[in-house]
């Protein structure tokens, strides 16, 4: 590995799927507070002190020699010590704008349970390639937090909204998840027969989702038209199974499912709006 390269791997999240999860959830849950009627100023520390925390674990990982890049020498430690005390810093401030005054302080409960949730995925990480997908999930459910979070800056409290917002993002990333995952294990599934046999437990989860969905907007914890954000996901889920058994291509199936994701934000605000 080049130098340079090495040196970016050390210090910079290489987990880009992981940014889309992160980063969608804060702009939907922002946009609909400001639809409804929040004050966006706050969203200034919390946004700095997620992308901080965010890229500190890479920096922190690659010095305790739990990330696949590991420093291996002093030079490489003290890049990755520098690095890790410099993202805390900047969180350390951007906590401390956020929270002053004792403002949003119901934000500890929602920065408790992504903690949680992060601490569950380190745990789960240490089955092995085995609990890969279980640990996505989970690790899932700590970043789409940002949702209720950007909502609760915006608003000042935390609501049935927050909660869907939660939900639908996590849904969402989950969807994805399982659709990378399965992308991956049937690269050699050519036919519809074994794209079929390769997919059952995916092509369950899809039924799942769009019960689920249908449940909640006949509770009225969520809305018909927020729902609609999920029809291109499963569209494409469905449409897999029935397609000509392209070749696997990593970086277009990531550029597709930002794609995606993008979408998925718009229509989830749209629907929210409305």
Not at 227 to 243: C, D, Q, T, V
Request: net charge positive.
């Amino acid at each position: 590995m080049a130098t340079e390269v090495r040196r970016k791997s050390l210090v910079f999240p290489r987990e880009h799927g992981a940014w889309g999860m992160l980063l969608v959830p804060l702009i939907t849950g922002a946009l609909v507070g400001l639809v409804d009627g929040g004050n966006g100023w706050p969203l200034a520390p919390l946004t700095i002190a997620v992308l901080a925390l965010f890229w500190l674990r890479t920096p922190v990982e690659s010095w305790m020699g739990a990330a696949p890049v590991k420093a291996r020498n002093e030079r490489e430690l003290a890049l990755v010590r520098k690095a890790a005390l410099a993202l805390t810093a900047v969180a350390a401030g951007a906590l401390a704008w956020l929270f002053g005054g004792g403002s949003h302080l119901s934000l500890l409960w929602i920065g408790a349970a992504a903690g949680a949730a992060f601490c569950a995925q380190a745990m789960v990480k240490q089955i092995g390639r085995s609990g890969r997908t279980a640990a996505q999930m989970i690790g899932a459910a700590g970043l789409t937090a940002t949702a209720p979070a950007a909502y609760y800056v915006v608003t000042g409290h935390i609501d049935g909204v927050a909660w869907a917002l939660w939900l639908a993002n996590l849904a969402f990333a989950a969807n994805q998840i399982q659709f990378v995952q399965l992308r991956i294990r049937s690269a050699r599934a050519l036919t519809a027969a074994e794209r079929l046999a390769a997919g059952r437990a995916f092509l369950v989860a899809q039924g799942a989702l769009v019960i689920a969905l249908a449940v909640a907007c006949a509770a009225r914890f969520f809305g018909w038209l927020a729902a609609m954000a999920f029809a291109p996901i499963l569209a494409r889920g469905f449409a897999w199974f029935l397609s000509s058994g392209e070749p696997l291509a990593i970086h277009r199936l990531g550029k597709r499912e930002l794609a995606y994701a993008v979408m998925f934000g718009v229509l989830l605000v749209a629907g929210f709006a409305m």
